[in-house]
């Protein structure tokens, strides 16, 4: 079993930064690929970055050049560094673990999920 908690989601004004954490339970957590998804109201969950467990990165078009997603395998923790924020980044943003560590943007490659974290950015 793998828990997963995120934090330091927020209010930000647009053209703001957030940095989000994701800390993982688990003794392999350097073997586990790990993505970050989020869901706006109405709307279905989507994918935003991934890393994998040799550190590849991955993006959705629409945060590519403006979020940057990290792992510290000393801490079981994942990052995602939020820069230049849209009011259309407004969403709860749900980190995943895959464990063959080679994760994707789909969200049925996704063995474990956090609980999440609001980020809301005003106009």
């Known amino acids: 079993q793998v828990q997963l908690v995120e934090s330091g989601g927020g209010l930000v004004q647009a053209g703001g930064s957030l940095r989000l954490s994701c800390a993982a339970s688990?003794?392999?957590?350097?073997?586990?690929?790990m993505g970050w998804f989020r869901q706006a109201p109405g709307k279905e969950r989507e994918f935003v970055a991934a890393?994998?467990?040799?550190?590849?990165?991955y993006y959705a078009d629409s945060v590519k050049g403006r979020f940057a997603i990290s792992r510290d395998n000393a801490k079981n923790t994942v990052y995602l560094q939020m820069n230049s924020l849209k009011p259309e980044d407004t969403a709860v943003y749900y980190c995943?673990?895959?464990?063959?560590?080679?994760?994707?943007?789909?969200?049925?490659?996704?063995?474990?999920w956090g609980r999440g974290t609001q980020v809301t950015v005003s106009s």
């Open positions: 995943a673990a895959d464990l063959r560590g080679r994760p994707g943007s789909s969200l049925g490659e996704y063995d474990y």
């Open positions: 890393i994998s467990r040799l550190r590849g990165t």
């Open positions: 688990g003794r392999t957590f350097s073997n586990y690929g």
